[in-house]
């Protein structure tokens, strides 16, 4: 028996509790996440899509409910570095090089130096930045950064990758280039990825499940399986793609989006 | 940081003319240079007296680099405690505040009387405080300037909060702290040279400009300001350097602004 890589059972997240600004975030969620599977969370703004997922990386604290990753508690799969993170901010340190800053989780784990350098050096080759390694993040451009925080985020093989809107900020173009890389990178390395976006495309592209939420209270409104085979560039022209950008958005409209 | 002729050398043309501008006007207008010394009397006047001057910048110079470095370290360590620790920010930034709206070089007088006249030690504890306060008010917020989503991702690492200061917050406060330690380095060198007007050794540069000038000798005393002078600009730029050399990669190191 293999163990779900994500369980959330009755997940509320109430912000500012019994004060005036209470806000209900999330109420009642239920969802189960498989190893292997890349699922999207998608909705309208307070849909509480980022909550969720900050829940899940026991960034924050649930309410009510409980959420178990890789069969453990959340805030113990976080503290075992079950998972990495990446933010819609790639958020690299400027006072370290590009090598550097995928060495970063290594070095709190306290890898060897020469370990160190070996993994960031396989992670640059991944995101095919190779000769950037000795480069300071102010001389690399937005995609290119964006492609830094995934290595980083990869650098120590988590089972789970939560990304948090990590391609809102570039181009169109930019942005293609990476989800493609994205996926072979998930492909080739049998992580399990929940992604946030507000791009209805974006998820049909990237996952196997799109988990549609609706706002105030934060709910799970519908769960669409996207079954397209392995991704090219003809994908998006497809009509099973089309079809499915469809479904999502019909699901978005019913949560008046 | 390369160091081209062309940007050392403007600087240069442009104080030289400043002096001999200087050195040609009091010709003109006060043959006697009774108010102010022409350029050529204050480095003969420096000539004249090399060894006094000489032992008055290092006496004077450790007065100033001591209470630097003292009060740079107490403001760092204050600056990371107020910032780590909540009770500690709500306790003692109003006091510092308070303590901040002392004009301290008043103090001198009666440091001077509670640890002697002629000891240099009122005129170290009044560099201290002079220097401690830019210091501690920069650096505290460069601190708090660190980027939300750099701390949340050093959270998933489930790393310490002192590891998250030095991977994330000592990073971000340097711009600051090193703009503040520019600004401390010249308050020091004034802090001390007035303080030393009350007090402390007499060989120091303070008094040698108020003998001077009681006296009516101004380029004696003008020279002595020479000195201090010199010594605040080596002092400014050991902090330049020492910037420099901390965060290599920022847009204004790269850029090579001072």
């Known amino acids: 028996m293999t163990t779900e890589a994500i369980r959330a059972t009755d997940v509320s997240k109430v912000f500012n509790l019994g004060k005036t600004n209470q806000v209900a975030a999330l109420l009642n969620i239920d969802l189960v996440i498989e190893p292997g599977e890349f699922v999207t969370l998608i909705g309208p703004s307070g849909c509480g899509k980022s909550t969720l997922l900050r829940l899940i990386a026991s960034l924050i604290p649930t309410t009510s409910g409980s959420i178990s990753v890789n069969g453990k508690t959340a805030e113990q799969a976080r503290l075992d570095q079950d998972y990495g993170m990446a933010f819609q901010k790639a958020g690299l ?11 970063l989780p290594l070095e709190l784990m306290g890898w060897k130096s020469s370990e160190r350098k070996a ?10 930045l190779g000769d950037f390694g000795n480069h300071h993040p102010a001389e690399l451009s937005g995609g290119m950064q964006q492609r830094v925080a995934i290595a980083r985020a990869l650098s120590f093989k988590p089972s789970l990758l939560l990304m948090d809107e990590p391609f809102g900020a570039l181009d169109e173009m930019t942005r293609e280039h990476v989800q493609d890389e994205l996926l072979r990178i998930w492909q080739d390395t049998d992580t399990t990825v929940v992604f946030v976006t507000h791009s209805v ?19 799970i409104s519908t769960m ?22 469809t479904e999502v958005r019909k699901a978005l409209r019913v949560v008046g989006a | 940081m390369r160091f081209r002729f062309a940007e050392a050398s403007a600087p240069l043309v442009a104080g030289v003319g400043i002096l001999l501008l200087w050195e040609g006007s009091l010709w003109i207008l006060s043959p006697d240079g009774f108010v102010l010394p022409p350029p050529s009397d204050i480095l003969g006047s420096v000539g004249e007296n090399a060894s006094e001057l000489w032992t008055a910048a290092r006496i004077t110079g450790w007065v100033v680099v001591s209470g630097l470095v003292v009060g740079v370290a107490f403001a760092v360590a204050a600056s990371l405690l107020v910032n780590r620790f909540r009770l500690a920010r709500e306790a003692v930034t109003p006091l510092m505040v308070a303590v901040n709206a002392i004009p301290i070089i008043a103090l001198a007088p009666i440091f001077n009387n509670w640890f002697g006249l002629t000891s240099p030690r ?17 650096t505290v917020k460069g601190l708090s300037l660190a980027d939300s989503s750099q701390i949340e ?22 711009p600051l702290f090193f703009t503040s ?38 380029a004696d005393a ?37």
């Open chain 2, 222 to 258: 003008w020279a002595a300001v020479l000195v201090g002078t010199i010594v605040g600009t080596i002092l400014y730029f050991l902090a330049v350097a020492a910037e420099r050399a901390a965060m290599p990669w920022h847009d204004s190191v790269r850029r090579g602004s001072i």
């Open chain 1, 201 to 219: 495309p974006e998820a049909v592209y990237l996952s196997t499940r799109v988990v549609v939420m609706s706002p105030r209270p934060g709910q």
């Open chain 2, 122 to 138: 009122s005129n170290q504890i009044i560099v201290v405080l002079l220097v401690f306060f830019p210091v501690f008010i920069n």
């Open chain 2, 181 to 218: 330690l520019k600004v401390a380095s010249s308050l020091a060198v004034i802090g001390a040279i007035v303080a030393e007007y009350f007090g402390g050794r007499q060989d120091a540069l303070g008094p040698m400009i108020t003998q001077a000038a009681g006296l009516t000798r101004y």
């Open chain 2, 153 to 174: 991702l050093m959270e998933t690492y489930a790393a310490s909060q002192w590891r998250i200061t030095r991977e994330v917050r000592i990073p971000t406060a340097m």
């Open chain 1, 93 to 103: 340190f400027d006072w370290r090089t590009v090598a550097k800053n995928i060495e």
């Open chain 1, 119 to 128: 993994r960031s050096k396989e992670m640059l080759d991944l995101v095919q």
């Open chain 1, 224 to 245: 669409i399986d996207v079954d397209l085979g392995g991704r090219n560039q003809f994908t998006r022209d497809d009509p099973g793609f089309h079809q499915a950008v």
